[in-house]
């Protein structure tokens, strides 16, 4: 009975990750509230895994990774730090590092 109380308890503390899917909308609200979730973006030339982390003081901190394309991208990864004042629309590419920021600005 402890067991199976501590691995209730503990799946509720520690995976509260919302699980998005494809739905653009749930993952748009999530930016919106910068709430802790994760979706696949479907876009024209690659998906995009999109992990909100949640606040980092005054800013929503997003992970964006390419999923298999048919661009060079597949695997590279960016990390965005969006202003909470700024954070009306679903658009991330300022304020982020790495390797997908890179490709995405040349």
Do not use: Q
């Not at 979706?39 to 949640?54: L, P, Q, R, Y």
């Not at 658009?91 to 995405?104: A, D, H, W």
């Amino acid at each position: 009975m402890i067991v199976a109380s501590f691995l209730l308890l503990s799946g509720c503390i520690l995976w509260p990750w919302k699980n998005c899917g494809t739905d653009k909308g749930c993952l748009e609200e999530a930016f919106k509230k910068c709430e802790m979730a994760y979706g696949t973006w479907e876009a024209e030339h690659s998906d995009i895994n999109v992990t909100i982390i949640g606040k980092m003081g005054d800013a929503c901190r997003v992970n964006v990774t390419a999923a298999e394309t048919d661009l060079n991208i597949s695997g590279k990864t960016m990390i965005c730090d969006v202003s909470m004042s700024e954070n009306i629309t679903f658009s991330i590419m300022k304020n982020c590092t790495g390797e997908l920021t890179e490709f995405i600005t040349e």
